[in-house]
């Protein structure tokens, strides 16, 4: 198999004006890998190929309302003891035995739409514990704020 520093010289000695038996003596490869190359036959970038499609990893609505439960449970508890993407991907196959669930990166993603989602919803009522906690720490000064 040539090496991508290969394909370039060919493509540059060729571009020279050098013909396809030159390249081949100077390179030491066969005229009729050079001649492939230049037609795009082996001097395509090379690229990865899928034998089978991947399965199609399918986050079911029921799985999506166990999320967002945890992440309305989470926002009782302290910061450090919120759930990450990581743990509850580790909590799913307990949870849901018969799911294929990608990774932890689409995990993650799930949970970073979820919070766009209770973003835009807007601010906890005001009647809440943590709406009433955040605006008393909204309000308090900065250390060291100079002012």
Not at 5 to 21: A, F, P, Q, V
Not at 57 to 68: F, K, M, Q, S
Request: include cysteine; charge should be positive; hydrophobic fraction near 35%.
């Amino acid at each position: 198999m040539l090496k991508l520093i290969d394909i370039e010289m060919i493509r540059r000695l060729n571009s020279k004006g050098w013909s396809n038996r030159r390249i081949a003596r100077e390179l030491k490869h066969c005229k009729k890998t050079v001649s492939s190359v230049l037609n795009g036959g082996d001097g395509s970038a090379p690229s990865y190929k899928l034998k089978n499609p991947r399965p199609k990893r399918v986050i079911t609505p029921e799985v999506e309302a166990w999320i967002e439960q945890i992440l309305r449970e989470d926002a009782f508890a302290p910061r450090r003891q919120r759930h990450t993407a990581r743990r509850i991907y580790n909590r799913l196959p307990a949870q849901f035995p018969k799911l294929s669930v990608g990774g932890v990166l689409s995990a993650s993603g799930l949970l970073a739409v979820s919070r766009r989602r209770r973003a835009l919803a807007g601010p906890p009522p005001s009647g809440s514990s943590t709406g009433a906690r955040r605006s008393g720490w909204q309000r308090r000064p900065l250390r060291g704020a100079g002012a």
